[in-house]
T-cell receptor, first 110, second 110 residues
Framework: AQSVTQPDIHITVSEGASLELRCNYS??????LFWYVQSPGQGLQLLLK??????LVQGIKGFEAEFKRSQSSFNLRKPSVHWSDAAEYFC????????FGAGTRLAVHP | DGGITQSPKYLFRKEGQNVTLSCEQN?????MYWYRQDPGQGLRLIYY???????QKGDIAEGYSVSREKKESFPLTVTSAQKNPTAFYLC?????????FGQGTRLTVV
């Protein structure tokens, strides 16, 4: 069955520290892959997406993600986290319908 | 401005009543989706539609119904058969390469 897994439910980092949020997918072939961010009570905002080509994808707000076929992963990274990055992050994948992971809630300590 | 509009933002209903959540888009997208969000469970797909007058069940369709009579509109009815309807509901529309989300409707059934 198609699935997207985010192993970490909560992550806490200090402001200025680096960040990596994990995402693994299970599909017959490489799906389209996305990272979204959600602030409390709001809809989802697209951070970045991968379809094909360069496996390192740049997104908004200084985020990037690397697609690794051998690991079926699409991890999100940011070199230096800001307090405003505290939110919930969702990885998603799919072809004709989007399937979401359970989300990772990021807390940022000053 | 193009986008997706969900209304209302907050909705309260008594147990046993059906309630319909509105979702309208002016992005000219063929595909539309309804997701349910509960804490710690990410976004779960309720129904999706890839063309007018056609829709498919997602992973948790029981107790819900939809219609797609117009390209712009994809209303979701939460019926009295839905055992635990209190949740945050998100509507989305998409091209093959990107999904756009509304701001969500928080439904509380008392």
């Amino acid at each position: 069955a198609q699935s997207v897994t985010q192993p970490d439910i909560h992550i806490t980092v200090s402001e200025g520290a680096s960040l990596e949020l994990r995402c693994n997918y299970s599909y017959g072939a490489t799906p389209y892959l996305f990272w979204y961010v959600q602030s409390p009570g709001q809809g989802l905002q697209l951070l970045l997406k991968y379809f094909s080509g360069d496996t390192l994808v740049q997104g908004i707000k200084g985020f990037e993600a690397e697609f690794k076929r051998s690991q079926s992963s699409f991890n999100l990274r940011k070199p230096s986290v800001h307090w405003s990055d505290a939110a919930e992050y969702f990885c998603a994948g799919g072809y004709n319908k989007l399937i979401f992971g359970a989300g990772t809630r990021l807390a940022v300590h000053p | 401005d193009g986008g997706i509009t969900q209304s209302p933002k907050y909705l309260f209903r008594k147990e046993g009543q059906n309630v319909t959540l509105s979702c309208e888009q002016n992005l000219n997208h063929d595909a539309m989706y309804w997701y349910r969000q509960d804490p710690g469970q990410g976004l779960r797909l309720i129904y999706y539609s890839q063309i007018v007058n056609d829709f498919q069940k997602g992973d948790i369709a029981e107790g819900y119904s939809v219609s797609r009579e117009k390209k712009e509109s994809f209303p979701l009815t939460v019926t009295s058969a839905q055992k635990n309807p209190t949740a945050f509901y998100l509507c989305a529309s998409s091209t093959p390469r990107e999904a756009f989300f509304g701001q969500g409707t928080r439904l509380t059934v008392v």
